[in-house]
């Protein structure tokens, strides 16, 4: 399966000890650990639901993946939208990347928690409503939906990014979904 993953600095890989963008090695990042699946990573650091989406249409159009992964929305709480202005936002950038024989997987990021990035209740207490928001999205849009609020993600002390066994976590639910949907338990 070719899969395509938009995201951000999670998905890219980011490891926050090195405070300059550099990413934690491929072993550890979960967009390298999804098995047999061939997977182009999208991820961008401070990336946020996208309001100009002709670069991720392009990474579409010239990679033709069999499924689109989004997990966006984290950079978007952080930078003080709620919950409705982020699916507001997600609903236009869906409405743009989807099209026939295009499936799309919509992943809930995990739970923020306090750390040196998250010190404010109202972002955390966004974050745990954005599961369920971006769930009924995904309903009213004929997406697949995971909530990896729901997997408990091992994150770093900034409260935002995973922790390397978050990354490994995160490889094994998406895995382990991803196995469900084509029937194939054998990773179980």
């Not at 991820?43 to 002709?54: A, E, Q, S, W, Y």
């Not at 769930?135 to 995971?146: G, I, P, Q, S």
Request: glycine content about 12%.
């Amino acid at each position: 399966m070719k899969i395509l993953c938009i995201g951000d600095s999670n998905t890219y890989g980011y490891d926050p000890r090195s405070y300059i963008g550099s990413r934690y090695p491929e072993e550890v990042r979960w967009t390298d650990r999804l098995g047999d699946c061939e997977v182009i990573n999208c991820g961008l650091n401070g990336m946020t639901v996208p309001r100009n989406h002709l670069r991720s249409v392009g990474q579409i159009r010239a990679n033709d993946p069999d499924l689109v992964i989004v997990m966006l929305g984290t950079n978007d709480l952080l930078s003080g939208l709620n919950t409705e202005q982020i699916a507001e936002r997600m609903d236009g950038f869906l409405d743009s990347i989807s099209g026939p024989g295009k499936q799309i997987l919509l992943i809930s990021p995990p739970l923020l928690q306090y750390g040196e990035w998250v010190m404010d209740d109202d972002v955390v207490d966004e974050s745990q409503m954005l599961g369920e928001t971006l769930r009924e999205l995904a309903d009213r849009k004929n997406c697949l939906f995971a909530d990896a609020g729901e997997w408990d993600i091992g994150m770093t002390f900034d409260g935002v990014h995973f922790s390397p066994e978050g990354h490994e976590t995160f490889a094994r639910e998406l895995s382990a979904f991803l196995a469900g949907l084509s029937g194939d338990n054998s990773g179980e």
